[in-house]
Structure formats: structure tokens, C-alpha cells
């Protein structure tokens, strides 16, 4: 048989080759998903905007509302609902009512 006709001669380091070229390409393969998970973590930590905390929201008042709505503000300001919103006591609270206020 004459040299390089058996197919084990010919066959064994180029397959060896090719099993070490894949097995390199999956190692690297594994790598990159490995890698890039937490990579790609830090870069959306890195680049997010960071926005303010919300803050509660709160009581702003009826003089808040006049600047856009200032017939609704001319006409609610002596109206009973108004009054409503005061603290209640023996002036504010309703005309004739027996309920006394300390
Ligand atoms: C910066 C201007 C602005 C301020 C300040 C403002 N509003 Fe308004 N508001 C508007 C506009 C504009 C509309 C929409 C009006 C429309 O669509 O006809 C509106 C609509 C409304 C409506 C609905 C009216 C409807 O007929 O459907 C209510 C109720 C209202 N506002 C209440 C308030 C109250 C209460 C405040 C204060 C806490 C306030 N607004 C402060 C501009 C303002």
C-alpha cells in the first residue's frame, strides 16, 4: 500500500485538526454568550438615564388652578364649596347648625 493511501495516515491529523478547529470555535462560542450577559448588563447600567426619584404627590391649592381657569376660580371662590374647604369651626362652619365647634 503506498504511503498516503491509507485512510487512517490520511485521515487522523486532519481530523484531529478539524475537532480541535471546532472544539476552539465552541469554547469561543460559550465564551462570547458568557461574556456578553453581563456585559451587556453593565452597559445598560452604565448608559440608563437616571431619573429623578418620583416624589409624592401633594395638596397644591385652589390658587394653583387660577392662573388657566380663572372664571371657574372667580366663580367656586364664594361659593359654599369653597367654604367647604375650610377648617371647620363656629364661624366657618354651617349657619344655624347645632353642632358647636371648639
Ligand atoms: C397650566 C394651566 C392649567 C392649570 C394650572 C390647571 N389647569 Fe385644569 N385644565 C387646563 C386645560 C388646558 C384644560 C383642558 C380644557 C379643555 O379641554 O377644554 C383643563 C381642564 C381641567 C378640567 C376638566 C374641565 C372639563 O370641562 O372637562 C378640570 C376639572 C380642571 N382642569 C381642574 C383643574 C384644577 C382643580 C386645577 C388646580 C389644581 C387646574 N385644573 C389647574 C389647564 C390648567
Redesign the pocket.
Known sequence: MPEGSDPRRNDGPSHARRLRRWWVIGVAAIAFVVLAIPLRLAVREAWSPRLAPPTAPLY?GSK??R???QDQYDAWKGSNHARAMQPADDVTGPPGSPVRFE
Open positions: 397644591v394653583r388652578c392662573p388657566c381657569h
